[in-house]
């Protein structure tokens, strides 16, 4: 039972959003950044990206900044370049050009995927690069760097969690082709053997390949817009099996303004897609951000669902979309101070609530993008906090003592300590104490590479638990038996009450150490016998009730 337990509690870690704070940091525009916090939004001006689209950051589970890149240069979170952390061959200027993902299985391993950009023809290709956070005291270091996957990758690259949710698929698209290469990482690393789908318009030209490419959050779709031929595509995506199949073409037709395609985003639920046309005259004209919607039916159902619900203010221009922590989608509006928000993405239309001047960067500018993120990140049904919590039954030597795990956050691994060298990994032990005493419990919970801690403190006793009282009493202030009272062991809550022969109550006590001193109002009772009725609870969660009489002795 909660009495058992004291009211000390000592949390060791924070509680956290598990996967969503991998993604609390951005750094991006010049030097313009952002920590999505639990309760709020802190911009910050500490980091070393300038002007550049090539970004990706990550976060460990607790939020806390790990590495960021710009496709060419990797900085720790003391924001000096990481060892062996430069000269990596992405390119700053590809619109995706760095993602960064973890090594399923190993909590200190973690992948930098990088495609080259249009500037150099995209010759570098998709490669990867490993870093060890283990080292160089936990400010990590590149052990394996510039590592070909394929060349002539364009500048799309996207990541979300296999069906498995353990590893993770790492697409492209290549260039002058119609094929998609989706890479697995597992725990045994990166299989450099893709999944190979044809699906979709070839890329015919050198702009094709720029604009974003994003899976949704729930692993079922994957949608790209190339920058001048002005089209987006949405695809079916198989998260079990990597495939990209069955496309829907929306043509440039659909979009009004006369520059290109660059952003693309799906809604958390996957139930919306979202697309920033730009223009090309930005001092004197407004970009439009469009929505598409994915339950509208057949394919010609989706193609007509395009909406505009927002565009930009004058001097800037809509680019690139990310969404964010807490479930918003983020617009980079280039050379402005804010960014866009969409605050309700899910929602239909203009119900979407498009804000452009959503999110101050306390006078920091955007760019033309915002950092790229494994889609799944961002996914609704992921676990919320972990918050190691639990509670036990009645401690009682020689007997089984209950432990009911409560935590939050869907935790896979149990660690108890029970106080007495002894341990569990079950979810809900029991465990029996052969002596009496205050022991500290510990429970340890992990979800994958992080874990919270709970440790409170239990006293196991030797249980009795019956309730009695006296067939008389004598309250003549002598020092024996002068107070009517319940006597008795592991009394968690009672109600005593004492009539006289008429049924008119005379007494009432929820306490055991509050008994009855044969007076009424102040006033002696007089000798004679008194009904009484005693309810009491036990800490073990017995109810016992008593009806008798009491002879009282002048």
Same mark, same amino acid.
């Given at each position: ?35 999505? %916090? ?14 550049? =689209? ?115 698929? !790492? ?15 597992? +725990? ?49 995506? +198989? ?30 639920? %996957? ?18 951000? #469009? ?62 609530? #498009? ?92 979800? =994958? ?45 009672? =109600?005593?009450? !004492? ?14 150490? =509050?008994?009855?001193?044969?007076s009424i109002s102040g006033a002696e009772a007089p000798a004679g016998v008194y009904a009484y009725t005693l309810n009491a609870g036990f800490k073990n969660g017995e109810q016992k009730k008593i009806n008798g009489y009491v002879v009282l002795f002048r």
């Amino acid at each position: 039972m909660k009495n058992y337990i004291a009211f000390l509690m000592i949390l060791v870690h924070c509680s956290f959003l598990y996967a969503q704070n991998q993604a609390s940091t951005w750094y991006f525009g010049e030097e313009a950044g952002l920590h999505f %916090g639990k309760n709020a939004i802190t911009t910050l001006n500490d980091g070393n990206i300038k002007y550049k =689209e090539g970004i990706a950051c990550i976060s460990d589970c607790l939020g806390r900044l790990l590495f960021y890149t710009d496709a060419v240069t990797v900085w720790n979170s003391s924001h000096a370049v990481m060892a062996n952390g430069s000269g990596l061959n992405g390119h700053y200027s590809a619109t995706q050009g760095a993602l960064i993902v973890p090594q399923p299985g190993d909590c200190n391993l973690y992948y930098i995927f990088t495609v080259d950009g249009k500037e150099k023809s995209f010759a570098n290709g998709l490669q990867f690069h490993v870093v060890d956070m283990n080292l160089q005291n936990g400010s990590g270091e590149i052990i394996s760097k510039n590592n070909l996957l394929y060349s002539l990758s364009s500048e799309k690259l996207t990541a979300v969690r296999h069906k498995n949710e353990r590893d993770y698929w !790492i697409v492209t698209h290549l260039m002058y082709s119609d094929q998609f290469y989706a890479y697995l990482l597992t +725990d045994a690393g990166i299989n450099s053997s893709p999944v190979i789908s044809t699906a979709g318009l070839p890329f015919s030209n050198t702009f094709d390949g720029l604009g974003q490419m994003k899976i949704s959050p729930g692993g079922s779709r994957l949608a790209l817009v190339t920058l001048v031929t002005k089209r987006a595509e949405v695809f079916d995506f +198989d998260d079990a099996t990597g495939i990209v199949s069955n496309p829907v073409t929306i043509p440039s037709t659909s979009f009004t303004n006369d520059g290109g395609l660059y952003g693309v985003e799906f809604s958390p639920d %996957g139930s919306k897609l979202y697309i920033t046309n730009h223009t090309l005259d930005y001092v004197n004209k407004s970009g439009s951000l #469009y929505q598409i919607d994915l339950l509208a039916g057949n394919a010609a159902g989706i193609i007509n669902s395009g909406t505009v619900v927002g565009s930009n203010a004058s001097s800037t221009d809509l680019r690139g979309l990310q969404l964010g922590p807490g479930g918003k989608l983020y617009a980079a509006r280039s050379l402005g101070k804010f960014l866009g928000v969409v605050q309700d993405p899910d929602a239909k239309g203009t119900a979407c609530n #498009y804000t452009d001047l959503g999110l101050s960067l306390n006078g920091q500018v955007c760019n033309w993008t915002l950092p790229n993120f494994v889609t799944s990140f961002f996914r609704e049904d992921q676990p919320g906090e972990l918050q190691a919590k639990f509670n036990t039954g009645p401690a009682c030597i020689n007997k089984e003592t209950f432990f009911m795990d409560e935590s939050e956050g869907d935790p896979d691994e149990f660690l108890w300590y029970f106080g007495d060298s002894t341990t569990s990994t079950l979810q809900h032990p029991s465990h029996t104490y052969n002596s009496t005493g205050i022991y500290e419990i510990t429970l340890i919970i992990r979800k =994958e590479c992080c874990t919270d801690t709970v440790r409170n403190f239990i006293t196991v006793e030797d249980c009795f638990y019956t309730a009695y009282l006296p067939n008389a009493f004598t309250p003549n202030g002598d020092g024996f038996n002068d107070v009517f009272q319940v006597k008795g062991g592991g009394i968690q809550s009672m =109600e005593l009450v !004492i009539y006289n022969r008429w049924g008119t109550k005379l007494f009432f006590s929820q306490r055991p150490e =509050e008994g009855w001193d044969g007076s009424i109002s102040g006033a002696e009772a007089p000798a004679g016998v008194y009904a009484y009725t005693l309810n009491a609870g036990f800490k073990n969660g017995e109810q016992k009730k008593i009806n008798g009489y009491v002879v009282l002795f002048r």
